[in-house]
Nanobody, 127 residues
Framework: QVQLVESGGGLLQAGGSLRLSCAASGSTFGTYAMGWFRQAPGKEREFVSA????????YEAEFVKGRFTSSRDNAKNTVYLQMNSLKPEDTAVYYC????????????????????WGQGTQVTVSS
């Protein structure tokens, strides 16, 4: 069992940057691949970014590639989502999720693969 708590959301203007954090409980954080998803009002939740359990590989959705990137600090049980060049269409609730994996280089990209979810943090980007 792992509990996830996101933080770092807020209101900012287009073009700005924000870093989300997701702190995980437990001593087995390094066995989980971590993902970021988002859900905008009236839309389905969608994949944003994910990072392997080792932190050696990450993957971003096409619509954020070059602007967002995931990183992690296994010593701190924390995963981050660095968001640059934010746009109004990035406005959403952002969720982190954990998937226990055996392959150090596997990066899960679908919601169904993730077992644990945080409560979400709101990001609002004004034009």
């Amino acid at each position: 069992q792992v509990q996830l708590v996101e933080s770092g959301g807020g209101l900012l203007q287009a073009g700005g940057s924000l870093r989300l954090s997701c702190a995980a409980s437990g001593s087995t954080f390094g066995t989980y691949a971590m993902g970021w998803f988002r859900q905008a009002p009236g839309k389905e939740r969608e994949f944003v970014s994910a990072i392997s359990r080792s932190g050696g590989l990450s993957y971003e959705a096409e619509f954020v590639k070059g602007r967002f990137t995931s990183s992690r600090d296994n010593a701190k049980n924390t995963v981050y989502l660095q968001m640059n060049s934010l746009k109004p269409e990035d406005t959403a609730v952002y969720y982190c999720a954990a998937d226990r994996v055996w392959n150090s280089f596997y990066v899960p990209r679908t919601q169904d693969e993730y077992d644990y979810w945080g409560q979400g943090t709101q990001v609002t980007v004004s034009s």
